[in-house]
């Protein structure tokens, strides 16, 4: 009887080991990343803190990240701040005298967009919207972390790069502990 239970045990082990199965092979099979949020973090806002109107969203476009402007109620007169970062990755050749080319992968952060603090107006809060559009890394930035074998090598980024592999949005109210809102993709 023993022998038994253990034969479906063999076929799911043997079907999963098999050619015919959907598993993803290389970074090109498999789907994108979600965009993660909106999360909200109750604690640290004004209690009673609720969406007035508008959308709280980010999306991705290419290379640019674009998060939404909304209206907040029932902050009082809690001032806060949103910010925008996102990291991007190039692969840098360095090439030699010979033409001997390794490729290195390099990762540059932008600089953060913020709404700067912001301040209530009647208990509400209008958080205008956030883009990293006109803070793309340059292929100098890129170049400038790659690291070659030595000086007397080329730098340059491959063609098609950079990526956009990660970002993260977040509205903190001044003098509360954490953030409140944080959305993060892809």
Known sequence: MKRFAL???????????????????????????AIVGPTFNPAAA?????????????????????????ELAGVGNANARADLAATYEATVDCRNHGGKV????????????????????????????????????????????????NGNWTKEVQEGDPTLTSFIYTLKFIGFVGVYITITGP
Do not use: M, W
Not at 14 to 22: E, K, P, R, V, Y
Not at 120 to 143: C, H, I, M, Q, Y
């Open 102 to 149: 390794v490729p290195v992968k390099a990762s540059v952060q932008n600089a953060p967009v913020s709404t700067g603090e912001l301040e209530p107006k009647n208990g509400r809060l209008a958080v205008p919207a956030l883009s990293t559009g006109g803070l793309l890394p340059s292929d100098e930035a890129f170049e400038a972390q790659a690291v070659c074998p």
């Open 46 to 70: 004004p209690t009673g803190t609720h969406l007035q109107s508008g959308t709280i969203a980010c999306s991705v476009s290419g290379l640019t990240v674009s998060c939404t402007s909304y």
């Open 7 to 33: 034969l479906p045990l063999t076929a799911l082990v043997l079907a999963a080991c098999s050619d015919t199965t959907n598993i993803p092979t290389s970074v090109v099979d498999r789907p994108s990343l």
